[in-house]
């Protein structure tokens, strides 16, 4: 056995904090297994995260599916809706997210007008497979868009789509509003949904939705359901990351549960930085490296020595 083999770790290595154990390598969640989950009951957990970091919780806690969300366009760049996002946004954080979820199925949401037509849809949904290595994508969209998910799914690319509340068509809607609570659109939801079923997408998402609709749909397909603010009855749930851990701030849908709140932890602990460096108590001699005393008086003879020239 070598020396670096016999030497004891040092007592001052960085302890790993509680619950925040290494993340153990595990099997990534297969499109059959996602499919299976509507007849074994197994209820999948989704989580929308738009960064390395995010992709990394998301693992170690055990989330079947991370969704690349063009919500990150509000999350993480600030917008007012989803529509800033873009191809080459998505791509990039969704490269970021396949770093840090290496063992957990990606899900990428094609940006808005990425899918307006079959051509692009196909050029677009390639990318994201080929260059941010997702294992599925999700336009949005339902009976209107069937063509479009069927040439998806007709070229071998896994596809999924979300109905109900459809951030990308909110100015058709005017605005974040409730779907399907008159039987007239509770039944435009199901027709949609029953579209994405025909099309042979593997999953599809309601947001939005009344729970008793949601659930009521969801019962008439063969293809699992997630609901984002759609009830318990769906096969699976969705929430995104910066929204349960209390992230993202600027508003808080009804539908979203938090259970910690990350922000209000940060600002204190920010603000306990900013009062230390203005006191003068960080850093301290803890958190500052060292030089042997004769090397130092050595340095400040060489400095005394320049001085003079």
Not at 2 to 17: E, F, G, L
């Amino acid at each position: 056995m070598n020396d670096a083999a016999k030497k004891p770790a040092s007592a001052d290595a960085p302890k790993r904090p509680a619950g925040a154990e290494a993340p153990k390598k595990r099997e990534k969640r297969t499109i059959t297994e996602i499919r299976d989950s509507k007849h074994t009951g197994e209820k999948m957990v989704y989580m929308s995260v738009p960064d390395y970091t995010s992709a990394r919780w998301a693992e170690m806690a055990g989330v079947d599916v991370a969704v690349v969300g063009d919500s990150l366009a509000m999350v993480a760049h600030g917008h007012p809706s989803t529509i800033p996002a873009t191809m080459d946004m998505m791509v990039m954080h969704a490269l970021a997210v396949r770093r840090g979820a290496p063992g957990t199925f990606v899900l990428g949401c094609m940006p808005y007008q990425s899918y307006n037509t079959v051509d692009r849809a196909l050029q677009n949904a390639t990318r994201f497979m080929q260059e941010s290595l997702c294992d599925a994508v999700k336009p949005q969209g339902g009976k209107s868009q069937a063509h479009i998910l069927k040439a998806l799914v007709d070229a071998g690319i896994p596809t999924a789509s979300h109905i109900g509340l459809t951030p990308h068509t909110i100015a058709m809607f005017g605005g974040f509003k409730i779907q399907g609570r008159t039987a007239e659109a509770a039944m435009k939801i199901l027709e949609d949904a029953l579209a994405i079923e025909d099309a042979g997408c593997f999953m599809l998402e309601f947001e939005a939705v009344p729970a008793r609709i949601a659930e009521v749909i969801s019962k008439q397909l063969t293809i699992p359901t997630i609901g984002i603010g759609a009830g318990v009855g769906t096969d699976g749930q969705i929430l995104l990351c910066y929204d349960l851990l209390g992230v993202f701030t600027d508003f808080k849908p009804k539908f979203t549960k938090r259970y910690t709140n990350l922000t209000e932890v940060a600002v204190g602990g920010i603000r306990q930085y900013v009062a230390e460096v203005k006191a003068g108590k960080f850093p301290d001699d803890d958190h500052s490296y060292t030089v042997k005393d004769e090397e130092y008086e050595k340095f400040l003879e060489l400095v005394e020595k320049r001085r003079q020239v």
